[in-house]
Structures are given as structure tokens and as C-alpha cells.
């Protein structure tokens, strides 16, 4: 039974590149060639600015966080961390390999735990969850007219994200949760490394007034992510608002965050070719923007990326 599930688990991921490779061959792997060649680079130069830009605000939203937490690490090198946990982030289901950052961060701790590093990441992505079903939310309410879509389950989740991470931010409430686990599910070998670890993830929390500062950086992140994608449209020749962009990206993140793919392949070229088709935007144009969004955002960084790993050693 344990084999089994442990196979299941590890073919998981697949689904999501079979659903790729299945909407490319629906599509016509000519079609999105066809697309692809009558790009306007002018478009696409703009959206290598923007990278650049939103990779720089990336690296800042958590490394304000690091700043807070007495995490001493310069920026310079915060942006090289950053790079690397966005190229594991790539090659995992739901970017859970971007946890590589809190290893990184070890070092400039003062107790060379990992615990503050864990706690860095752990905001960072719950927030960075919570900015999307934010913006999911409020466009969805904006443009329910020409979008049906779920608002109230939209809004409680994003209630609920809220709610948690205000409770389980107090290091005493976590641990009338967690005990049960630590007792029960913990080696006893590795329970006083485990112990050490949750109370280093607590050291130097930032206080909750800050959050919102963080939020905020993780709104305007993902704002400038979406105007990446908004440019390759226009590139591809998609002259839609990009305030319907606002509205159904966020939902598509969201679609792609489903850990049944690697870098959300397949799960995310679904989703956006059912909600632009609603504005009667052809699959290959959307498929073609979704490839190029990768390329751009993804591969490109991860080759930078590459190159520091094997300079580094």
C-alpha cells in the first residue's frame, strides 16, 4: 500500500505536462508556430524591462522580511538567492523547490539554524498565495457581470489564509497545534534538532503591522508578473484591457499553484485558454503567450541561474 501511494505520488506531476502536450496537439503544434513567428519583438523587448523590474521587487519583498528578521544578507546577494530558488521553484510542483532559500539563508543567521530561513519562506509564499487570491477576488467582483465566477469561495479562502497566518503567527498557539505532531510523528533522535529549529523560525518575527507592507509588495510583484504576460499579448496581437488581464491571471495562478505539474505546465495553458476564450481569443494565441511567459520568466533566469551554480561550484 505504501509502494503505491508513493508511486502515485511521484507521477503526480506528470499530469500536468500530458495535459500540455494534449492541448498542443488539440490546438495544432503549426498553428502556435504560426503565432509565435508574428510576434512583435518591439512588445517583448518591453517585457524583458519588466522582468528585470519584477525580478528586483521579488528579491525585495522578502529580503525587507530578512531585514526584520536579523537576517544579515546583502541585497547583492539576496537577488543571486533569489534566482536559485526560482529555478528550483521551476522544476517543482507548486515552486515548493524554492524552499532552497531558507538553506541559503542559514548562514547569515547568527545561530547557522534554518529555522528563520523556513520562516522567511513560509510568510513569503503564504502571502505571496494570499496577494493572488486578493487580486481573485476583487476583479472577480469587478467583472462578475462578464465573468461568472465563484466570488464567495474566492473570499472565504482568502478569509481563511488571513486568519491562519495571524494564528499560527504566535509562536504559543503553534505550539498547542504542533505538539501532538512533534510527539507523535518525530524521531526521537532529531527532536531536540526539530525543537531548535521551531524556536529559531520564531526568533525575530517582524510585528503584524508590518504584514501589510508585505502584502503590498507581494500585490505589486505579482502586478508587475502580469504585465509580462499583458505586452506578450500585445506582441501575439491579444488587444484585450488589462484589467481583464488582472482578472483572470490571477486565476490561472491559482489553477497552476495545483501541485499536478512541474512549473504549472498544462494546468495553467487550461485555465487561460478557457477564460480568454471568453473574450474571443483564439487557444493558439493564449498556448503561444503562455510559452513565451515561460520562456521569458522562467527560462531565461533559470540559464543566469545555471551559470551561477556551476561558477559557484
Do not use: C
Not at 150 to 163: E, Q, S, Y
Amino acid at each position: 500500500m505504501k509502494n503505491t501511494t508513493k508511486n502515485w505520488k511521484k507521477f503526480l506531476p506528470l499530469i500536468g505536462i500530458l495535459l500540455f502536450f494534449y492541448i498542443l496537439i488539440k490546438i495544432n503544434f503549426v498553428n502556435v508556430l504560426e503565432e509565435i513567428k508574428k510576434v512583435n519583438i518591439y512588445f517583448l523587448l518591453i517585457t524583458l524591462v519588466f522582468l528585470i523590474i519584477m525580478l528586483v521587487v521579488q528579491t525585495f519583498k522578502w529580503h525587507i522580511v530578512a531585514v526584520f528578521q536579523d537576517i544579515k544578507v546583502p541585497f547583492k546577494e539576496s537577488f543571486k538567492i533569489n534566482l536559485i530558488s526560482n529555478f528550483y521553484g521551476l522544476i517543482t510542483p507548486s515552486k515548493l523547490g524554492s524552499v532552497i532559500r531558507a538553506e541559503y539563508l542559514k548562514k547569515y543567521t547568527k545561530n547557522k539554524n534554518i529555522g528563520k530561513g523556513l520562516f522567511n519562506f513560509t510568510i513569503d509564499k503564504v502571502l505571496d498565495i494570499t496577494s493572488v487570491i486578493f487580486m481573485a477576488v476583487l476583479f472577480s467582483f469587478v467583472f462578475k457581470d462578464e465573468i461568472n465566477l465563484p466570488i464567495g469561495f474566492f473570499t472565504g479562502l482568502f478569509l481563511a489564509f488571513v486568519l491562519l497566518t495571524l494564528f499560527f503567527i504566535k509562536k504559543e498557539r503553534s505550539k498547542i497545534v504542533l505538539r501532538f505532531f512533534y510527539r507523535k510523528f518525530i524521531n526521537e533522535k532529531i527532536k531536540d534538532k526539530t525543537k531548535n529549529t521551531f524556536n529559531s523560525f520564531y526568533e525575530h518575527i517582524p510585528k503584524k503591522r508590518y504584514f501589510i507592507l508585505f502584502f503590498l509588495l507581494n500585490l505589486i510583484s505579482w502586478l508587475f508578473i502580469y504585465l509580462i504576460y499583458y505586452f506578450i499579448g500585445l506582441s501575439l496581437g491579444i488587444k484585450i484591457s488589462f484589467l481583464y488581464y488582472m482578472a483572470i491571471l490571477p486565476l490561472g495562478t491559482l489553477v497552476s499553484m495545483i501541485p499536478i505539474s512541474i512549473g504549472g505546465l498544462g494546468t495553467r495553458e487550461a485555465a487561460l485558454i478557457s477564460l480568454f476564450g471568453l473574450f474571443n481569443v483564439s487557444s493558439a494565441k493564449v498556448f503561444s503567450m503562455s510559452v513565451i511567459d515561460y520562456f521569458i520568466v522562467g527560462v531565461i533566469p533559470s540559464i543566469i541561474t545555471l551559470f551561477l551554480l556551476w561558477r559557484n561550484g
